[in-house]
């Protein structure tokens, strides 16, 4: 399809185990987001990045998160030894932002909802 | 403080009625500012931006005050379509973290026949 994809949509985990969320973003998109959303609250903004870097990795909560992206195009994002309050639903966006460009325009995924129990 | 502050509602009007939300900012450098549009257990999509001098498109209408560093969204004639949660968004610093935005919780409307 032409819109942001991530998997797996859904995902249940027990306490400890490492997860791995695939966002593979609108072809031609520079610009790719991750948030979290926890139930009742707004988006919380974990990293952004442009083509491969990573300019602003301020929102992630712990070390236990990480975030790579390759080839300008698919992004993974790492949670190790989860704990319970990392259930969220993560949502992958991009954008054509670029720099000095802004359209404000945020194709979401439908999300990854990760439950740690 | 939060970079974005929403009346998390819920707003329950009839069909046809009115409603407005506001938002408001803690940044007076922000310069970009959006509303989202939430259905239930779905994605955010964008509604519309938010221009300096105010902006329609059909039955809703964004506004701007800097001074008071707010944003606000009307809906006039509501329809059952409109029940959703609309979020506001704000970019924050767009000399280093390009692209980024501030969401607010945002404010859930409910609209009953």
């Known amino acids: 399809g032409a819109g942001v994809s991530q998997s797996p949509s859904n995902k249940v985990t027990e306490k400890g185990k490492d997860v791995e969320l695939r966002c593979d973003p609108i072809s031609g998109h520079t610009a790719l987001y991750w948030y979290r959303q926890s139930l009742g609250q707004g988006l919380e903004f974990l990293i952004y990045f442009q083509g491969n870097s990573a300019p602003d990795k301020s929102g992630l909560p712990s070390d236990r998160f990480s975030a790579e992206r390759t080839g300008g195009s698919v992004s993974t994002l790492t949670i190790q030894r989860t704990q319970q309050e990392d259930s969220a639903v993560y949502l992958c966006?991009?954008?054509?932002?670029?720099?000095?460009?802004?359209?404000?325009?945020?194709?979401f995924g439908e999300g990854s909802r990760l439950t740690v129990l | 403080r939060k970079e974005v502050e929403q009346d998390p509602g819920p707003f329950n009007v009839p069909e046809g009625a009115t409603v407005a939300f506001n938002c408001t900012y803690s940044?007076?450098?922000?310069?970009?500012f959006f509303w989202y549009r939430q259905d239930c257990r779905k994605e955010p999509k964008l509604l519309m931006s938010?221009?300096?001098s105010g902006n329609e498109d059909g039955r809703f209408t964004a506004q701007l005050n800097r001074a008071s560093q707010y944003i606000s969204l009307l809906i006039r004639d509501s329809k059952l379509s409109d029940s959703a949660t609309y979020l506001c968004a704000v970019d924050y610093d767009r000399g280093s973290t390009l692209g980024r935005l501030y969401f607010g919780r945002g404010t859930q409307l409910t609209v009953w026949p």
């Open positions: 966006a991009s954008s054509l932002a670029g720099r000095g460009e802004n359209t404000g325009e945020l194709f």
């Open positions: 940044n007076s450098a922000s310069q970009s």
């Open positions: 938010v221009y300096s």
